[in-house]
Structures are given as structure tokens and as C-alpha cells.
């Protein structure tokens, strides 16, 4: 599975838009860009994903690069209830494949 | 709602006892589940992979006769450390995958402490 690079943390004003990078510069055709994302003490919980279009689901949108060396994890409103540990994950969508998780960017959202 | 639970929650032991720790696929049959460890303010590891009906598949440097991984059911995965220690106290979660193919539902994790 390709590398992954975050930032470690960001703050976020409640309310505002949370934009999170990940660069994956080393990713193959068949890879897909997948984002998680950890509240503390609890398990990780999927957001979304995307192999090469900009794809959005009730909680984020997911904006890749043409060349699909970067891509962005935007929450259009965060809330003091999104501030978590996100991970940005690059693998091959395979049945059962597992999942290895990088250190991720703490997002805080401030009041 | 949850799709997949944990059991304990929370769990405290003394050191050199063995705990076992039961993930439950809730709503789907699970072939394949997976087995992580977190130690506080870093990211999860994967520990092994839990094939049901077969032998687990473990990272490396993972022991796998200190963590007996069990997937006797297409809806129970179980995790036994054994002879815990200070050391192994962590979070542990579980995960499998989704339905669709491409997500991973994870469980709410299990949180040990070996005195």
C-alpha cells in the first residue's frame, strides 16, 4: 500500500470548513484514496472514498487530484462533534483486504 | 447502529493472567476480521488477521502464542492474551469488512490494564 503524508493536527473554527490534505505521491492506478476517522476512545469510523472523482456522502467530500498525488477531506461544517484523529488511507479495494493506518492529523474544532 | 460490538469494554487484570477479548459481527458473516492494539496518543497497529474456520494470520512481530486469535463462528472472532503484562495494558479493537466491499466497521475497542 502507498505512503501517506498528513499533517499532524489543525485547528478548525466550529462552524467553518475543515480541510484536511493528504499527500500520497506514490499512488498506483488500482489504489483507492479511503479516509477514517477516530473520536477518542473509540473505534475507528469509515467517512468515504474515491478512486480518481471528487466524491461526497452525508458527512464530507472527498477532492483528489487530476494526477491523484494529493487529495482533500473537507467537512463543510465542522462541528465540536468532528474534532478527531483522521486518517487518510491509500490501498487496493480488495474483499478483505486489512487496513493500516498511518498517525493521521488530530483535528481540533474550537467554539 | 453498531455493527459489530466488543466485549469487555473495559477490562483490568494482574499480571500473568490470561483475558480474552470477543468481537461480535452483528448484522453480517464475517469470513475475515481483523485484530488492532493502540497505545495512548499513537496510531493503531494491526496485530493479526482472523480467518474464520483457519489459523490467524499475524504481523510481524506479533506473537501469536501470546495472542491466541479464535474465529470459531462467522460472527465471533475472540482475542486471548495470555500471561499479560504491565506492557500489554492498551486499547484493542476489532474491525470487518463492510458489505459493499470497500469500507471497515470497526468495534468500540477494549480497553485493558494489567496491574
Known amino acids: 500500500d502507498a505512503k501517506t503524508t498528513q499533517p499532524t493536527s489543525m485547528d478548525c473554527a466550529e462552524g467553518r470548513a475543515a480541510n484536511l490534505p493528504c499527500n500520497h505521491s506514490?499512488?498506483?492506478?488500482?489504489?483507492?484514496v479511503y479516509w477514517y476517522r477516530q473520536i477518542h476512545s473509540q473505534g475507528p469510523q469509515y467517512i468515504i472514498h474515491g478512486l480518481k472523482n471528487n466524491e461526497t456522502n452525508e458527512m464530507a467530500s472527498l477532492i483528489i487530484t487530476e494526477d491523484r498525488k494529493s487529495s482533500t477531506l473537507i467537512l463543510p461544517h465542522a462541528t465540536l462533534r468532528d474534532t478527531a484523529v483522521y486518517y487518510c488511507?491509500?490501498?487496493?479495494?480488495?474483499?478483505?483486504?486489512?487496513?493500516?493506518f498511518g498517525p493521521g492529523t488530530s483535528l481540533s474544532v474550537i467554539p | 447502529g453498531a455493527v459489530v460490538s466488543q466485549h469487555p469494554s473495559w477490562v483490568i487484570c494482574k499480571s500473568g493472567t490470561s483475558v480474552k477479548i470477543e468481537c461480535r459481527s452483528l448484522?453480517?458473516?464475517?469470513?475475515?476480521m481483523f485484530w488492532y492494539r493502540q497505545f495512548p496518543k499513537q496510531s493503531l497497529m494491526l496485530m493479526a488477521t482472523?480467518?474464520?474456520?483457519?489459523?490467524?494470520?499475524?504481523e510481524q512481530g506479533v506473537e501469536k502464542d501470546k495472542f491466541l486469535i479464535n474465529h470459531a463462528s462467522l460472527t465471533l472472532s475472540t482475542l486471548t492474551v495470555t500471561s499479560a503484562h504491565p506492557e500489554d495494558s492498551s486499547f484493542y479493537i476489532c474491525s470487518r469488512q463492510g458489505q459493499g466491499g470497500y469500507e471497515q466497521y470497526f468495534g468500540p475497542g477494549t480497553r485493558l490494564t494489567v496491574t
Open positions: 506514490t499512488i498506483s492506478g488500482n489504489e483507492y
Open positions: 488511507i491509500v490501498r487496493v479495494w480488495t474483499s478483505y483486504d486489512k487496513v493500516i
Open positions: 482472523s480467518n474464520e474456520g483457519s489459523k490467524a494470520t499475524y
Open positions: 448484522d453480517f458473516q464475517a469470513t475475515t
